[in-house]
């Protein structure tokens, strides 16, 4: 389960899409090559993610909370709690990125 991206279970539709495969006899396709890119645009659109729109909004908004804590607490001349709110914000800024880029290179 993605925490930013939403897609189907891969095994049904791989099956179904090895299944029928298996059952063509291939020297009845004319053009091997091209079915097979036909075959696997049309598994790769049933398969296709979803992005989780309202969860990445939600975490923009806990990092831009995060970033003006931070700023408005070095105004206060509160350094030390500045200096713990920029690095929460900074870790969980790199954690967003990081599972965004995670999350979109397993589903491709």
């Known amino acids: 389960m ?3 991206f939403e897609s189907e279970p891969l095994f ?3 099956r179904s899409a090895l ?3 298996l059952k063509v006899n291939p020297s009845s396709i004319p053009n091997l ?3 097979a890119v036909t075959r ?3 598994l790769h659109q049933e398969v296709v993610g979803q992005i989780k729109w309202v969860r990445v ?3 923009l908004c806990i990092c831009a909370v995060l970033l003006a804590l931070a700023i408005y607490t070095a105004r206060q001349n509160l350094a ?3 200096k713990s709110l920029m690095t929460s914000f900074q870790s969980f800024s790199g954690l967003v990125v990081g599972l965004l880029g995670g999350e979109a290179v397993t589903r491709r």
């Open 33 to 35: 090559g091209e079915e």
């Open 40 to 42: 696997a645009t049309q």
């Open 80 to 82: 030390d709690i500045s």
């Open 2 to 4: 993605g925490i930013f």
């Open 12 to 14: 049904p539709p791989l």
């Open 57 to 59: 909004v939600i975490a």
């Open 19 to 21: 299944e029928n495969a």
